[in-house]
């Protein structure tokens, strides 16, 4: 049985559809400008508002948090396909990998199967975490595609008093490109995967900007030994691992004070893993998702000084997944959820009063929808003794709503000291009331950097399956558990060195009920997680043509029975770009993962270094690109920490991961 949401299928159409539209090549049309990879300086790079991110729209060297903004140039250089790629690359961040999903977790908080990441995924302000499992992909399931990010903001330390729960150790904000003229990609890359997409941007007459991107992706799957699979006795070769069928849609349409979007996303998987002790090697076992969110935002001017914000939002999520087992006879468990929801928010931004910036805000949302369903046979349903019993394993049909105030103040205190207090308090129809007060002071010097210090607080809600999940074979649920709460205190020093930059953040927090299942696998609130850190980070420019970003993490969490599992003590990431002349271009990056715990403490998984080379050309002059990208290029051989498991052939805690893969891709603008 499931223990986790998303995955989805595709009409194979669409994806016909998209690569016949890629094959047609270029039109008439303006060709799209670009940004080269090496063409931002980082006074340039530092300067961007973070339009979307802080609902204030900060500066990132002057808002009080720790921030990273990757742009549209990264990730061409570096070939990264997933934002999983994206988050690999930064300090703190840790990615795992069970096959059925990628999910991240950030400064040692990663238990494994928990797919609900304490941090917020937004596309141009918009959450992504959908209302079941309060969770969001990060792999091939997220709901757009990379080629259509201008830059993806990454904003460290509880942001409750912005965003209110899942937002415990930040956000991660996608920022959407515009586009004038046509687009197309087609790819072919390892374990016989197909992609393609088409895209269209501009204006209208009436001076309306548009924007129109659909894409198909379909892989047949790689073949991977299982080494605790052949111990049984059993052919330990998976087949068909992430084979996978799926597709995107992304629309907008946007005049100067108000924007349309919507985002929609499918994808059907095949696992065939043996998770859950289900029959390994059956490609029957795929797990489905489907997303949709539409958003309508509008901006309006009450004065010089005064600005309005609103937005309404609505979205739908649905998942499938097939569980084949072979006693008492050979069947097929269904798991399933759907959800629905719809919100409103205003806020109102003004600077009335001098040297202030002032926020007042409200929001609302209605989880119309939050079901859960598994059943054996139809609606019947095997019991632990494998007695078939009439009606369904779990028939769980809740709702619940949320309302929120907020507040914050941005006080210049003098030229060189700013002072950022913020105040929320969100009501949930399960859970009461909850407040989540911020205090940020960023003091810039003359010669010694800028100097910055966040004091927060943050809680996470159960989310309906860690409530209502319960079934005869997977009793998992408990309506008893309540929310999880965290305190924090980060300081952070950020230093400019010529065509360079060098930061540092340090960082204690303190998680207090952490929401998760103890040793029989039922939901608990656990005893305080406590979390000391260092995040070193180092960027340097060279002559225009070359650039480096280079950092090491370390992470010293400690909770009940000790450290906890997957949390490597220590990390080391750099990423070099390179213009190599006559239109070539490359990224080389290296990873450094320490060793995990598993298994409640009880097993490790061993340290491993990854390399991954991407090689690019676009002629100058040309409408077109080629790019290789090499991922695991030196054929490491490691494994990922999952959730304490059962197969055919016995317990497992640790996931091997593919070698070396490669992706071609070719684009072209019309």
Same mark, same amino acid.
């Given at each position: ?29 303006q ?24 609902k ?23 070939g ?34 928990d797919y ?13 975490n959908e ?11 997220f ?10 903001e ?26 004038d ?11 016989r995967?197909?992609?393609?997409r ?10 309306l ?20 699979i ?9 087949r ?26 499918e ?46 939002y ?17 069947h ?57 019993l ?8 809740? *709702?619940? /709503?949320?309302? #929120? &105030?907020? %507040?914050?103040? +941005?006080?210049s =205190?003098?030229?060189?000291? @700013? ?7 969100d ?17 810039e ?37 309540? *929310?999880? /709460?965290?305190? #924090? &205190?980060? %300081?952070a020093w +950020?230093?400019? =060195?010529?065509?360079?930059? @060098?930061?540092a ?24 997680l406590?979390?000391?850190g ?8 060279w ?38 002349g006559?239109?070539?271009?490359g ?21 491993y ?31 990922d920490?999952?959730a ?23 684009s072209?603008?019309?």
């Amino acid at each position: 049985m499931s223990r986790r949401p998303l995955a989805v299928s595709l009409p194979r159409r669409l994806l016909v559809l998209v690569l016949a539209g890629c094959a047609l090549g270029p039109a008439t049309g303006q060709a799209t400008a670009r940004l080269d990879a090496l063409s931002m300086s980082l006074e340039e790079l530092t300067a961007v508002r973070i339009l979307a991110t802080p609902k204030f729209a900060e500066d990132a060297e002057h808002s009080p948090s720790s921030v990273s903004i990757l742009t549209a140039a990264e990730i061409r250089s570096f070939g990264w396909r997933t934002l999983a790629d994206v988050l690999r690359s930064l300090q703190g961040f840790n990615v795992t990998e069970d096959h059925t999903y990628a999910y991240g977790g950030v400064r040692g908080v990663s238990a494994p199967g928990d797919y609900r990441q304490r941090f917020q995924v937004l596309i141009d302000g918009m959450s992504v975490n959908e209302n079941v499992y309060a969770s969001v992909p990060v792999d091939s399931a997220f709901p757009l595609d990379l080629e259509l990010v201008e830059r993806i903001e990454v904003i460290r330390g509880p942001s409750a008093s912005v965003y209110g729960g899942d937002s415990m150790f930040g956000v991660v904000n996608v920022v959407t490109r515009s586009l004038d003229g046509g687009e197309a990609s087609l790819a072919a890359g390892s374990g016989r995967h197909l992609e393609g997409r088409v895209a269209r941007g501009g204006q209208t007459d009436g001076g309306l900007g548009y924007l129109l991107s659909a894409s198909g992706f379909r892989a047949h799957g790689h073949s991977l030994a299982f080494p605790d699979i052949a111990a049984g006795g059993y052919d330990g070769t998976a087949r068909e691992l992430r084979g996978e069928t799926g597709g995107r849609l992304f629309a907008r349409l946007r005049s100067s004070d108000w924007r349309a979007t919507l985002v929609h996303s499918e994808r059907d998987r095949v696992v065939p893993t043996g998770s859950y002790e289900t029959e390994f090697n059956d490609p029957a076992h795929r797990e489905r998702d489907d997303y949709t969110l539409a958003e309508f935002a509008a901006d309006q001017s009450a004065d010089a000084h005064t600005t309005l914000h609103q937005r309404v939002y609505v979205g739908s999520y649905r998942y499938r997944g097939n569980f084949p087992y072979a006693a008492p006879s050979y069947h097929l468990n269904r798991d399933g959820a759907e959800g629905r929801w719809w919100g409103l928010e205003g806020r109102l931004v003004s600077r009335a009063l001098a040297g202030q910036r002032w926020t007042l805000g409200f929001e609302y949302r209605d989880n119309l929808r939050q079901y859960q369903k598994n059943a054996d046979l139809g609606n019947s349903c095997y019991d632990a003794s494998l007695a078939l019993l009439p009606g369904a394993c779990l028939d769980s049909r809740t *709702s619940s /709503h949320l309302a #929120s &105030l907020y %507040a914050q103040d +941005e006080i210049s =205190l003098s030229r060189q000291t @700013l002072l950022t207090a913020g105040l929320r308090f969100d009501h949930r129809s399960r859970g009461g009331g909850q407040w989540s007060p911020r205090l940020g002071l960023v003091h810039e010097t003359e010669g010694a950097g800028i100097f910055k210090l966040l004091y927060a607080t943050a809680f996470r809600d159960p989310s309906a399956y860690e409530r209502f999940y319960s079934a005869p074979t997977f009793d998992y649920g408990n309506s008893a558990v309540h *929310s999880e /709460h965290m305190r #924090s &205190l980060e %300081a952070a020093w +950020e230093k400019r =060195l010529g065509n360079g930059r @060098l930061s540092a953040s340090a960082y204690f927090f303190r998680l207090h009920d952490m929401i998760a299942p103890d040793a029989s696998g039922i939901v608990r609130n656990s005893r305080a997680l406590t979390g000391r850190g260092l995040e070193l980070e180092f960027e340097q420019r060279w002559a225009e043509r070359f650039s480096l970003r280079a950092g090491y993490t370390l992470q010293l969490p400690s909770g009940e029975g000790g450290r906890p599992d997957n949390a490597p003590r220590q990390m080391f990431k750099a990423n070099l770009a390179a213009e190599l002349g006559g239109g070539f271009h490359g990224g080389l990056e290296a990873q450094h993962v320490t060793r995990r715990l598993a298994a409640s403490g009880t097993q490790a998984v061993g340290a491993y270094t990854l390399v991954n080379l991407n090689l690019r050309y676009q002629p100058p002059a040309r409408r077109w690109a080629l790019s290789l990208g090499l991922y695991n290029l030196l054929d490491r051989r490691f494994s990922d920490p999952v959730a304490e498991d059962s197969t055919i052939a016995g317990p497992r805690w640790s996931m091997p991961q593919l070698g070396r893969t490669a992706l071609l891709r070719g684009s072209v603008d019309f």
